[in-house]
């Protein structure tokens, strides 16, 4: 039985309501979670000591413009959401974008451009795994997908866990590297 509750004025159903709740929150948290562990592992790469300080000015200068480039491009296909007529997942969940912006931004030595496209990539990618899928051949086009996950149900929630245990192991790696320096420094 669909859960069909109307409350008075309210123009939408409950359960569309909290559809949109979960399409807003849930996936979006999902992608932020994504983009974090891009974004840490960047850093982690570059300095392979946790407690780096992150304003130090080399640090500024070149490792946080490319996890900051990483976690924007991570929430950044959802723009669509905002921009009025245009469809959701369309032209910005287009992989081609991305994928050709990637080795341009890479052979114009633009890294964070680089990056900003691995996480629009990784967006496109988490995005795929739905039901609704992302379009490919025609970025207007229909649109393909794993359907391995509903939005708001288990298999999301179990990515989320995924990516958490992913971003578990590189703050241990980050730290590993730390004591690893103390010991032989
Ligand atoms: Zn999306």
């Not at 979960?22 to 983009?35: A, D, P, Q, V």
């Not at 300095?47 to 500024?60: G, M, Q, R, T, W």
């Not at 669509?80 to 032209?91: A, C, F, K, N, W």
């Not at 341009?104 to 988490?126: K, M, P, Q, T």
Request: charged fraction near 10%; charge should be positive.
């Amino acid at each position: 039985m669909i859960f069909q509750l109307r409350l008075p004025f309210y123009p939408l159903p409950i359960t569309q309501v909290s559809k949109q709740f979960k399409e807003i929150f849930i996936n979006k948290f999902n992608h932020t979670l994504s983009g974090i562990l891009l974004s840490a592992g960047i850093i982690t790469v570059k300095y392979p000591v946790i407690e780096v300080n992150l304003l130090h000015p080399s640090v500024l200068e070149s490792a946080m413009p490319l996890a900051a480039g990483a976690l924007i491009g991570s929430v950044f296909p959802d723009i669509d959401i905002r921009i009025p007529g245009l469809e959701h997942r369309t032209i910005t969940h287009w992989p081609v974008i991305y994928g050709t912006g990637l080795v341009l931004s890479y052979f114009a030595g633009y890294l964070w451009l680089f990056f900003f496209c691995i996480g629009c990539l990784v967006h496109v990618l988490l995005d795929s795994l739905s039901l609704m899928g992302v379009p490919l051949l025609n970025p207007f086009g229909k649109r393909r997908g794993f359907k391995l996950m509903v939005v708001g149900g288990y298999a999301e929630a179990l990515c989320s866990v995924i990516i958490l245990i992913g971003i578990f192991c590189v703050w241990v790696e980050a730290h590993n590297n730390n004591i690893w320096r103390l010991i032989y420094d």
